[in-house]
């Protein structure tokens, strides 16, 4: 009898290896993985947001619109959470998808305006929270890339037969990916509006004759 059940158990197993049910797991598991690395490098990039736009305000104060931009971009951020249970919806991450990507676009702007004020530029704090910015956008990018990387070998995986019928039944859906849309918008550039005239500096005192 327990030689039978041995049998049994090995022929469950050679069963689930040959109907692609652990490679189902193991790559369900990168996806899973590479979206958690997505989203760290998108919170990174959100904790710098308060300190930069500090920095900024305190040599172009007139720029409220783009300050006003930059807060609500990040204000829905905060609001909108995927989590890699939600990666089958498509609507889900295409939300995700256009609030980063209105945070892209405002720190943008945000940045563009450095280069109105050559004070700004030179300072110490703004440029290193200038290259912090830089360094993680590229982790945000190699972070995006292998989790498509990943959805997409998880996807093919489990469309193919037999592997599609395994996944029917344990209930493993394809994923959503980011869209050839979203990534044309994060890489085009905003139009900045430097039309307004910056503010004037007061005149320094003359010195008593």
Same mark, same amino acid.
């Given at each position: 009898?327990?030689?039978?059940?041995?049998?049994?158990?090995?022929?469950?197993?050679?069963?689930?290896?040959?109907?692609?049910?652990?490679?189902?797991?193991?790559?369900? +598991?990168?996806?899973?993985? *590479?979206?958690?690395?997505?989203?760290?490098?998108?919170?990174?990039?959100?904790?710098?947001?308060?300190?930069?736009?500090?920095?900024?305000?305190?040599?172009?104060?007139?720029?409220?619109?783009?300050?006003?931009?930059?807060?609500?971009?990040?204000?829905?951020?905060?609001?909108?959470?995927?989590?890699?249970?939600?990666?089958?919806? +498509?609507?889900?991450?295409? =939300?995700? =998808?256009?609030?980063?990507?209105?945070?892209?676009?405002?720190?943008?702007?945000?940045?563009?305006?450095? +280069?109105?004020?050559?004070?700004?530029?030179?300072?110490?704090?703004?440029?290193?929270? =200038?290259?912090?910015?830089?360094?993680?956008?590229?982790?945000?990018?190699?972070?995006?890339?292998?989790?498509? =990387?990943?959805?997409?070998?998880?996807?093919?995986?489990?469309?193919?037969?037999?592997?599609?019928?395994?996944?029917?039944?344990?209930?493993?859906?394809?994923?959503?990916?980011?869209?050839?849309?979203? +990534?044309?918008?994060?890489?085009? *550039?905003?139009?900045?509006?430097?039309?307004?005239?910056?503010?004037?500096?007061?005149?320094?005192?003359?010195? *008593?004759?």
């Amino acid at each position: 009898m327990r030689v039978i059940r041995l049998l049994s158990l090995l022929l469950l197993v050679a069963t689930l290896n040959g109907c692609g049910y652990n490679a189902i797991q193991s790559k369900d +598991e990168a996806v899973k993985a *590479a979206w958690s690395e997505v989203v760290n490098q998108y919170q990174r990039r959100a904790d710098l947001v308060p300190n930069l736009v500090n920095t900024v305000k305190g040599y172009a104060q007139h720029e409220e619109a783009v300050f006003t931009q930059v807060a609500q971009a990040r204000a829905q951020v905060g609001k909108i959470t995927l989590t890699a249970d939600d990666l089958s919806d +498509e609507a889900k991450l295409k =939300q995700f =998808q256009a609030a980063q990507g209105e945070l892209s676009s405002a720190l943008s702007r945000l940045m563009a305006v450095s +280069e109105n004020y050559p004070q700004l530029k030179a300072d110490g704090l703004f440029q290193n929270l =200038q290259a912090q910015l830089e360094g993680t956008e590229n982790r945000v990018t190699v972070a995006r890339n292998r989790y498509i =990387q990943a959805v997409q070998d998880y996807n093919v995986f489990v469309r193919q037969f037999p592997n599609n019928l395994t996944a029917m039944l344990f209930g493993y859906k394809p994923k959503a990916n980011f869209t050839v849309e979203n +990534e044309k918008q994060i890489s085009t *550039a905003p139009t900045v509006d430097f039309s307004k005239p910056a503010p004037p500096k007061p005149a320094e005192p003359q010195p *008593a004759h």
